[in-house]
Structure formats: structure tokens, C-alpha cells
């Protein structure tokens, strides 16, 4: 959409992440990671905010 990228819910057709970001990024374990102007934040696939963008550049970590 304007060249700006969202996400929708497949099943639901909901949109959970607003079309304003330059990049959708990785997916791990319910976060999506979201660009904008060269920055990075990241989302929870329900739509919750995690974190606006406002890091060079974002990672995911786990352990076991």
C-alpha cells in the first residue's frame, strides 16, 4: 500500500500491523520484526507492539 508494507491476519482478514513500514521482516516464535526509516522494531503477531522502530539493527535470542 504506497509502497509501505503491513501484516493481515490470514484467517481473520484483520490487519495487525498498520501499512507503514518500509520492510516486514523475520518471524520467530510470535514476534514480527518491522523496518522504518533504517530503523527496526518489532511487533507480537497479535498486533501488540513491542517496541517502535528505533534500532539499527535487531536480533532474536533464545535459549535452551
Known amino acids: ?3 509501505k508494507f503491513g501484516v493481515v491476519n490470514k484467517s481473520s482478514g484483520k490487519q495487525i500491523i498498520p ?3 518500509d520492510e516486514i521482516g523475520d518471524y520467530y516464535y510470535g514476534v ?3 523496518r522504518k526509516n533504517d530503523k527496526w522494531g518489532a511487533f507480537f503477531d497479535t498486533g501488540q507492539l513491542i517496541s517502535e522502530p528505533k534500532y ?3 536480533g ?3 535459549s535452551e
Request: proline share 0%.
Open 1 to 3: 500500500q504506497n509502497g
Open 19 to 21: 501499512a507503514i513500514y
Open 32 to 34: 514480527i520484526l518491522v
Open 56 to 58: 539499527k539493527s535487531v
Open 60 to 62: 532474536v535470542f533464545w
